[in-house]
Every structure is written in C-alpha cells, then in structure tokens.
C-alpha cells in the first residue's frame, strides 16, 4: 500500500541524514588533522 511505501521513504531518508552527518563529522576530523599535520610541518 502507499502508505507502508511512505513509512519506508521516511526511514530511508532518516537513515540517509544520520549518514551525511556522519560524514560531515568524518571530513570536519579529517580537515583538522590534517591542518594540524600541516602546521608542524611548517615548524
């Protein structure tokens, strides 16, 4: 029924948003610590 599809494009789209913010959390770390590698390099 259409009402279980919608159900089911809800938790995708859940599941999808949890991942980009997982992502975005994984590029922030990824940028300071290679910021921070960049800086001693300098030194």
Known sequence: ?????????EQVNQKLESVFIEISFIKGYIFKFTNENNEEKKN
């Open 1 to 9: 029924s259409l009402e279980k599809v919608e159900k089911r494009l």
